[in-house]
C-alpha cells in the first residue's frame, strides 16, 4: 500500500473481504499493535504489581481505591492538553517520548523495592508520574490508529487492536502474579521495564506522519474548546462516552481483587494473576468471534446489550465464594466489555474527522480515566466503609440504573449504525 500524500489517511485501495486480517497485512499497522502489545502488558503487569504491593505494605482497601485516584488526578487535568499535543506534533514521537516515563519509574520502583527502601508515598508519586504520561500517550495512539489503515478496514483494525489489548492486559497481570510468587516485586518491575523498552524499539519501525502536516491547529485554549464542542455536537458519540464511563465508575471491581483473591476467596498471589487476567480471557475470546464475523451494523444497540451484562456479571461477581465461579463471572464482564470496546471506539473515530482525533480521544481518555479510576476510587471507599461484597454488588445495580437513564435520554445511540 502506498503512502498517502500530505499526511492523509490511507484510502481504500486494500482488498476487502475479511477486514480484520486484511489489517494485519500492513506493515505499519502490525508494528504498531505489536509495540502496544508490549506496552500495555508492561502496563498492567505495573499497575497489578503495584496493587499487591500498596495491599502488602498497607493491608487497606482505602490504599488501594487511592490508587486509583492518584492515577485519575493526571487525566483529568493533563488529557484534553495531551489532545492538543496529539493534533499539533507528530503523533509517533509523542507516543515514543511519553513511554520514556514508565520505564524509568519502573526501573526505580525495582530498585527501591528490592533495596526494601519501598514506601507508599514514593509509590504513588511514581504511579503519578506514569498517569501524567499516560495522558499524553494515549489521545496520540487513539488519533494514530485511523491513520495506518484505510476507512473501509478500519473497523477490522478497531477489532484486532482491541485483541491485542485483550491479551496484553491478560499477560500483564498474569505475568505479576507469576513472577511475585515465584521471586519477588521487584523482579516483576524489571520485566515491567524490559517490556516498555521494546514497545519504544518496535514503534520506531512505524511510519509516523507529522501531525503538522495535516493542516491540524497548534496549541491554544480554542483548540482544547474546540475538541470539547465537537464532543458536544455529537450525541451519538457523547452518549457512548457517557455510558462507558458511569457504567465502569460504578461497576468495576478491579481495585478489589486483591481483597477478593487474599480475604475471600483465599487464593493467594498465583490466584490473584489468574483473577486478574479473566477479565481479559473473556475479551480475548470475544475478540476471536469478532475476528471472524463482519463488523457490527447495529453498534447502538450492542453497546446498550453489551454494558447490560457487564453489570449483570459484575453482580454475580460480587456474591460469588468460588474460585471457579469467580472467574467465570469475571471472564462474562470482559466479554461484554469487549463488544463495548470495540464498538464505542469504531463509532468515535469514524465519527470524528483526522484533525480533530486526538482532542476528541483526549475527551474519551477523561471518561475513560474518570470511570477506570475514579471507578477504583468508588469501590475502595465503600468497601472502606462497607464490605467488598456491598460496593461490587452496589456497583453492578447502580451500572444496570446508569443504562436505563442513558438509554432513554440518548435515542440515537439506540439507533446508531455502522
Known amino acids: 500500500m502506498s503512502t498517502p500524500p500530505d499526511g492523509a489517511e490511507p484510502q481504500d485501495d486494500v482488498p476487502r473481504g ?67 499535543v496529539a493534533d499539533s506534533y507528530d503523533r509517533k514521537r509523542v507516543i515514543m517520548l511519553a513511554r520514556v516515563v514508565p520505564f524509568v519509574c519502573g526501573a526505580a520502583l525495582a530498585w527501591t523495592t528490592g533495596e526494601e527502601m519501598a514506601t507508599l508515598p514514593l509509590i504513588y508519586g511514581l504511579v503519578f508520574a506514569t498517569a501524567v504520561a499516560s495522558a499524553f500517550q494515549m489521545p496520540a495512539s487513539s488519533a494514530l490508529l485511523p491513520t495506518l489503515v484505510p476507512r473501509s478496514v478500519f473497523p477490522g483494525a478497531v477489532t484486532v487492536s482491541s485483541t491485542v489489548i485483550s491479551l496484553a492486559r491478560v499477560t500483564g497481570p498474569a505475568f505479576a502474579g507469576l513472577v511475585i510468587a515465584a521471586q519477588n516485586i521487584a523482579t516483576a518491575y524489571l520485566v515491567q521495564v524490559a517490556l516498555i523498552a521494546t514497545s519504544i524499539a518496535t514503534l520506531t519501525f512505524v511510519r509516523g506522519r507529522s501531525a503538522t502536516q495535516t493542516g491540524r491547529s497548534g496549541m491554544s485554549l480554542a483548540a482544547v474548546r474546540e475538541g470539547i464542542a465537537f ?63 463482519p463488523p457490527i451494523q447495529r453498534m447502538g444497540r450492542a453497546l446498550i446489550i453489551a454494558v447490560a451484562v457487564y453489570g449483570l456479571a459484575t453482580i454475580a461477581f460480587g456474591v460469588s465464594r468460588s474460585f471457579p465461579l469467580s472467574v467465570l463471572a469475571y471472564i462474562v464482564v470482559g466479554m461484554a466489555d469487549q463488544v463495548s470496546v470495540v ?57 444496570l440504573s446508569v443504562l436505563g437513564v442513558v438509554a432513554a435520554k440518548i435515542p440515537e445511540l439506540r439507533r446508531h449504525r455502522y
Open 18 to 84: 475479511n477486514v480484520a486480517l486484511t489489517s494485519l497485512r500492513i506493515p505499519d499497522f502490525s508494528f504498531f499493535i505489536v509495540s502496544r502489545f508490549c506496552s500495555i502488558t508492561g502496563e498492567t503487569l505495573l499497575s497489578a504489581a503495584v496493587a499487591w504491593q500498596v495491599f502488602e505494605l498497607s493491608g487497606s482497601a482505602f490504599q488501594l481505591g487511592l490508587i486509583g485516584l492518584v492515577r485519575f488526578l493526571p487525566h483529568l487535568a493533563f488529557s484534553l492538553v495531551g489532545g492538543v
Open 231 to 293: 464532543v458536544r455536537r455529537k450525541r451519538v458519540v457523547l452518549g457512548a462516552m457517557t455510558l462507558d464511563m458511569f457504567a465502569v465508575i460504578f461497576g468495576g471491581a478491579t481495585a478489589l481483587l486483591p481483597i477478593y483473591a487474599n480475604d475471600i476467596l483465599q487464593v493467594g498471589p498465583r490466584g490473584y494473576g489468574l483473577l486478574t487476567s479473566s477479565l481479559e480471557i473473556g475479551a480475548v475470546l470475544t475478540s476471536a468471534v469478532l475476528i471472524a464475523l
Open 343 to 399: 464498538t464505542r471506539q469504531t463509532l468515535i473515530q469514524l465519527s470524528t474527522p483526522d484533525e480533530l482525533r486526538g482532542r476528541v480521544s483526549s475527551v474519551n481518555m477523561v471518561f475513560i480515566g474518570a470511570s477506570n479510576h475514579l471507578g477504583a476510587v468508588e469501590a475502595g471507599f465503600v468497601a472502606a466503609l462497607t464490605s467488598a461484597t456491598f460496593a461490587v454488588v452496589s456497583g453492578g445495580i447502580a451500572c
